[in-house]
């Protein structure tokens, strides 16, 4: 067994069933998991025990972003203020394509992870081409991560084929070492995978508990599609292939019905909010307060930096209370509502809450300090509210998954963070370039959302 680790001088915000708060807080953690949370009244610190330094700081689980690509890191900003089908079909499909390989996925997966861990993310759940190789960047930055193999009728095409059953195995084989690391199948929307494939991954999630992660009903074109080819919207289509009788996390929701809500609260079905990729993509604003009524639990995600463009969950979720002002009235998503979503309701949404998701004995100690010795959280009322409406990444001083710290006083602990940077600049200029070739007939330079991909 190994030492103690304790997590001292904070406000202490559990995110447990009765939303405990300890001020001047202590958390010891052993063997990667939660040992004793309490007061430093009830809990002593022996005297040279390792400690963490978290006065001045809110103390709470690790941030868990719900629905991300993070192979997409190298290609942030390369596409902007585009509606959405043009954004995917005219831009991105077609980079990914030209790009798309392990190396470019790994080296973006692992800028992706470096942005989260010093913006307070401890898990994510991923969907993404050559998921092993973003597999492979979080295992060896320490994250926590569901990985889905993307299953598109695209990939199949673009990469091995073969059954999913053949798939699957390999993908899971390479991942069995990752101790951090969850595999997951990526189906990645009921217009992009064909109802056979369905049918076969719906079976091998059966058969081997395995998380399912989709997008569903984002716009409003797939609602009117999935309609007039099935006669059902794309929730009661899912239903009806078996795909809830299987743990399933679906991304964006913003197309949803009342009775598509209370169909997917009666499966346990869990939705990401996705705020500002849906607002800058303009796909619509999610029903979260109606989900949460109804008993779905509803997580926050970033989606990518391909449409984000932050990876900063704390800006994710000023948004998304914002939002449901805006739409619903003052009071409607709360700070504290809003910063569930980010920390045990996302867990929830992930079937991960047994795990991960508040500060309770037993659980993992997945831990974040919010520095609140700042212009910006000085003075301080409410943490909820701090959190959501002042603070943001930039304020996260510590983050730890499973006992390790990733970051200590704002750095960070497993990389060379500059060598990351620089060898994402150098692929950056080499797309950069290749977008940028003289055309043949001498008209200059192309940037990628011009017409050399329309």
Same mark, same amino acid.
């Given at each position: 067994?190994?030492?103690?680790?304790?997590?001292?001088?904070?406000?202490?915000?559990?995110? /447990?069933?009765?939303?405990?708060?300890?001020?001047?807080? $202590?958390?010891?953690?052993? #063997?990667?998991?939660?040992?004793?949370?309490?007061?430093? #009244?009830?809990?002593? %610190?022996?005297?040279?025990?390792?400690? %963490?330094?978290?006065?001045?700081?809110?103390? =709470? *689980?690790?941030?868990?972003?719900?629905?991300?690509?993070?192979?997409?890191?190298?290609?942030?900003?390369?596409?902007?203020?585009?509606?959405?089908?043009?954004?995917?079909?005219?831009?991105?499909?077609?980079?990914?394509?030209?790009?798309?390989?392990?190396?470019?996925?790994?080296? &973006?997966?692992?800028?992706?992870?470096?942005?989260?861990?010093?913006?307070?993310?401890?898990?994510?759940? #991923?969907?993404?081409?050559?998921?092993?190789?973003?597999?492979?960047?979080?295992?060896?930055?320490?994250?926590?991560?569901?990985?889905?193999?993307? +299953?598109?009728?695209?990939?199949?095409?673009?990469?091995?084929? &073969?059954?999913?059953?053949?798939?699957?195995?390999?993908?899971?084989?390479? +991942?069995?070492?990752?101790?951090?690391?969850?595999?997951?199948?990526?189906?990645?929307?009921?217009?992009? $995978?064909?109802?056979?494939?369905?049918?076969? +991954?719906?079976?091998?999630?059966?058969?081997?508990?395995? =998380?399912?992660?989709?997008?569903?009903?984002?716009?409003?074109?797939?609602?009117?599609?999935?309609?007039?080819?099935?006669?059902?919207?794309?929730?009661?289509?899912?239903?009806?292939?078996?795909?809830?009788?299987?743990?399933?996390?679906?991304?964006?929701?913003?197309?949803?019905?009342?009775?598509?809500?209370?169909?997917?609260?009666?499966?346990?079905?869990?939705?990401?909010?996705?705020?500002?990729?849906?607002?800058?993509?303009?796909?619509?604003?999610? *029903?979260?307060?109606?989900?949460?009524?109804?008993?779905?639990?509803?997580?926050?995600?970033? !989606?990518?930096?391909?449409?984000? /463009?932050? +990876?900063? =969950?704390?800006?994710?979720? #000023?948004?998304?209370?914002?939002?449901?002002?805006?739409?619903?009235?003052?009071?409607?998503?709360?700070?504290?509502?809003?910063?569930?979503?980010?920390?045990?309701?996302?867990?929830?949404?992930?079937?991960?809450?047994? $795990?991960?998701?508040?500060?309770?004995?037993?659980?993992?100690? !997945?831990?974040?300090?919010?520095?609140?010795?700042?212009? /910006?959280? %000085?003075?301080?009322?409410? *943490?909820?509210?701090?959190?959501?409406?002042?603070?943001? &990444?930039?304020?996260?001083?510590?983050?730890? %998954?499973?006992?390790?710290?990733?970051?200590?006083?704002?750095?960070?602990?497993?990389?060379?963070?500059?060598?990351?940077?620089?060898?994402?600049?150098?692929?950056?200029?080499?797309?950069?370039?290749?977008?940028?070739? *003289?055309?043949?007939?001498?008209? &200059?330079?192309?940037?990628?959302?011009?017409?050399?991909?329309?």
């Amino acid at each position: 067994m190994s030492e103690s680790l304790y997590v001292v001088g904070g406000t202490v915000l559990t995110m /447990n069933a009765a939303m405990d708060i300890l001020e001047n807080g $202590v958390v010891e953690v052993r #063997d990667g998991k939660i040992k004793q949370v309490g007061s430093a #009244d009830s809990i002593a %610190v022996p005297a040279g025990a390792r400690t %963490v330094d978290a006065r001045h700081c809110l103390v =709470l *689980p690790g941030f868990i972003n719900g629905h991300t690509h993070t192979g997409m890191g190298l290609i942030r900003g390369i596409a902007e203020d585009l509606p959405f089908d043009q954004w995917l079909n005219d831009v991105i499909l077609p980079t990914e394509k030209r790009w798309g390989s392990p190396e470019f996925v790994y080296i &973006g997966t692992m800028l992706s992870c470096a942005e989260m861990i010093k913006a307070g993310t401890t898990t994510f759940n #991923d969907m993404y081409h050559f998921e092993e190789a973003s597999a492979r960047a979080a295992h060896a930055i320490g994250m926590r991560a569901i990985c889905a193999q993307d +299953l598109s009728s695209i990939t199949w095409e673009g990469e091995k084929g &073969g059954s999913v059953a053949e798939r699957m195995d390999e993908f899971r084989s390479a +991942l069995s070492g990752f101790e951090r690391i969850t595999p997951a199948l990526g189906p990645h929307a009921i217009y992009t $995978v064909d109802r056979l494939m369905f049918e076969e +991954l719906i079976s091998y999630a059966a058969d081997n508990n395995l =998380l399912v992660h989709m997008h569903l009903s984002e716009t409003k074109e797939e609602v009117r599609r999935c309609l007039r080819e099935n006669n059902q919207t794309p929730p009661e289509y899912c239903n009806a292939l078996g795909l809830f009788n299987v743990k399933t996390v679906c991304a964006h929701g913003t197309c949803l019905s009342p009775s598509d809500i209370a169909l997917l609260a009666s499966r346990q079905v869990g939705i990401v909010h996705n705020p500002e990729s849906n607002l800058k993509l303009e796909t619509k604003i999610c *029903p979260v307060p109606e989900l949460r009524h109804a008993g779905v639990a509803v997580g926050l995600g970033t !989606d990518s930096v391909a449409s984000n /463009n932050d +990876l900063d =969950l704390l800006q994710e979720a #000023d948004t998304a209370a914002k939002l449901q002002t805006y739409r619903k009235g003052i009071g409607t998503l709360t700070a504290q509502d809003t910063v569930r979503m980010m920390t045990i309701d996302g867990a929830r949404a992930l079937h991960m809450d047994s $795990v991960v998701g508040s500060l309770e004995v037993g659980k993992r100690a !997945d831990i974040v300090c919010i520095d609140t010795n700042k212009p /910006n959280a %000085v003075p301080l009322y409410n *943490p909820y509210a701090q959190l959501v409406y002042s603070s943001t &990444g930039a304020d996260a001083r510590h983050t730890m %998954v499973e006992g390790e710290l990733l970051m200590e006083d704002y750095r960070l602990t497993r990389i060379d963070e500059q060598a990351l940077l620089d060898e994402a600049r150098a692929w950056g200029k080499r797309i950069y370039a290749d977008y940028h070739k *003289p055309s043949a007939g001498g008209a &200059g330079s192309r940037g990628p959302q011009d017409s050399a991909l329309h």
